[in-house]
């Protein structure tokens, strides 16, 4: 069992390309924001950012999507995403885009860590996913 | 008198619309970028981020462009760029886009002022613009 | 009088940088995609893509936006859209961006003119606004 | 043997999140954009776009990335691109992001069909790999 959000994302005029279709890494920014909504529903803040500065939060190690149906200027396409699977300290999130026939128009997951930073913004420290975090998001 | 910098950018495909022109949020991307160069070039960081949060620098007020001729997919263009206007906190950075011929292919300011952090990102003060700020980017 | 139309648009946290609020050509994207919004309502077509490709359409010859207060990730503003002034073959859209307080946090326009192709992507040629579009967008 | 271009990129503002590292969907932007000045090298035009509408090229049908060390504002990448496997309709495009220390920052790839335009944008045939194409890529 897992929480599900969906999230429904028009595709713009600015996210294709000259082949009048969505220019791929526009999926990626989508399969973000709709982790960030998985969070907001679970009741979790994604990311610290308390005293003004990134603290704690789970940064992506790899991200893939493959990409079934072409999409167009206009389109709706609903994302369904999930948490797929958890490790001690990582965890993949699964995304499915459909349009409006239902079809699914792209799949691609997230594979991100629990992490606190240490010193720089570039020193991050693996560490357990919090239990709280593990609980509200599986649903 | 005023130091310029010059930044050459590259249409990209992901840059171009349905229309087969560039998508115009990118000039703005392109006019930050080259006002990120000019503070480079006059030896100076734009934005104070020690400690890790934003600190000080140039925030945005206003920002404007003109578009003149369309650009494609792999066409390089010159972007020059200097302060055209230096008030007490606020100034001006003027950006002209040339293409291959040499044409101007859009012309563009951006208005910031110097500004400091009170609390959180969103509560900044305006302070006059560093002597040393102004005079390096008088050239 | 003119038609109006209100555009939600999400503060995503790809929306912002390090300073942690948003970078600014965003702006542009929702001003762009609010005018294709304000065609939608008006039962309008903002871009003839017939044939795969574009025929005609509004291109923009100049965009401003002044910027008032900073917003941050997962805030949500309003866009408010319409056209205020047409001309022969231009018109100007005004966009008034209000964040959850009903404070304006930015002010847009875009100057647009009607064209259609002639030859390449590059070569587009200014034409009277259709009276159809005059009307529908004078709401 | 394989064809290698290299492509050098700067971590630019935009490109970083409130986290002030690299917003990941970048990295796909690289990853395409390398994908074209590879095609350049090889003297082939990735996206057959006569007449002023796309008609033939590689379209992605699956991307992937991992990400090993969070890159900054004004850090230069150099991201090395090659076609790592050729199928008969479909070919991986495989791209290593180096940073300033010659560590490996990031690591993708993209699965790519050569396909045609049947009727509309969304309508795509896959069709053999073009043996110039094939030969030119393979260095």
Chains 1, 2, 3, 4 share one sequence.
């Not at 969906?6 to 595709?11: I, Q």
């Not at 990134?54 to 079934?68: D, K, M, N």
Request: proline share 4%; hydrophobic share 35%; glycine share 8%.
């Amino acid at each position: 069992m897992a929480l599900h959000s969906t999230h429904e994302v028009t595709v713009e005029w600015g996210d294709c390309d000259p082949a009048g279709i969505v220019y791929y890494p526009a999926y990626f920014r989508w399969c973000d924001q709709s982790t960030f909504r998985l969070f907001l529903k679970a009741g979790l803040t994604r990311d610290d950012m308390s005293g003004g500065q990134w603290r704690e939060g789970p940064p992506l190690v790899a991200a893939e999507c493959s990409f079934r149906r072409a999409s167009q200027t206009g389109e709706k396409l609903v994302v369904d995403s999930h948490v797929s699977r958890f490790g001690n300290s990582s965890f993949t999130i699964t995304h499915v885009f459909r349009d409006a026939t239902g079809e699914i128009a792209a799949e691609g997951s997230e594979t991100r860590i629990w992490a606190r930073k240490e010193g720089d913004a570039r020193t991050l420290k693996s560490v357990p996913i919090p239990d709280e975090v593990r609980k509200r998001l599986s649903g």
